[in-house]
């Protein structure tokens, strides 16, 4: 009977733990992965809605570009002389203007 009562207990408090180290791993993953990549969503979606004439950008083809116009869902780009490209707003990920950024 003795036996019983201790591998009831232990089992009971082996449950717990393991819900604490489950809570602890979501807690770790969220704060290293999910976090960070919600900054970097948020900054992107502050560059293309900062967006205007003259900013120089790269799609997410790799295309290299100064902004022409810039209207709601899409934004014109130059890539070379008289050739210009329309573009979405969500295929910009870079501005070279701003030295910083780089």
Not at 37 to 61: A, M, W
Not at 70 to 90: G, N
């Amino acid at each position: 009977m003795f036996t019983l009562l201790q591998t009831t207990n232990a089992g009971q408090g082996s449950g717990l733990s393991m819900w604490i180290m489950l809570a602890l791993i979501f807690i770790v993953m969220w704060f290293f992965m999910i976090r960070p990549q919600r900054k970097q969503q948020k900054e992107l979606d502050n560059f293309r809605n900062s967006l205007k004439n003259g900013d120089k950008v790269v799609t997410i083809g790799g295309i290299y570009g100064t902004v022409c116009e810039v209207k709601d869902t899409y934004v014109l780009i130059e890539v070379d002389k008289d050739v210009k490209v329309r573009v979405s707003k969500q295929a910009l990920v870079k501005d070279f203007t701003d030295p910083a950024r780089q």
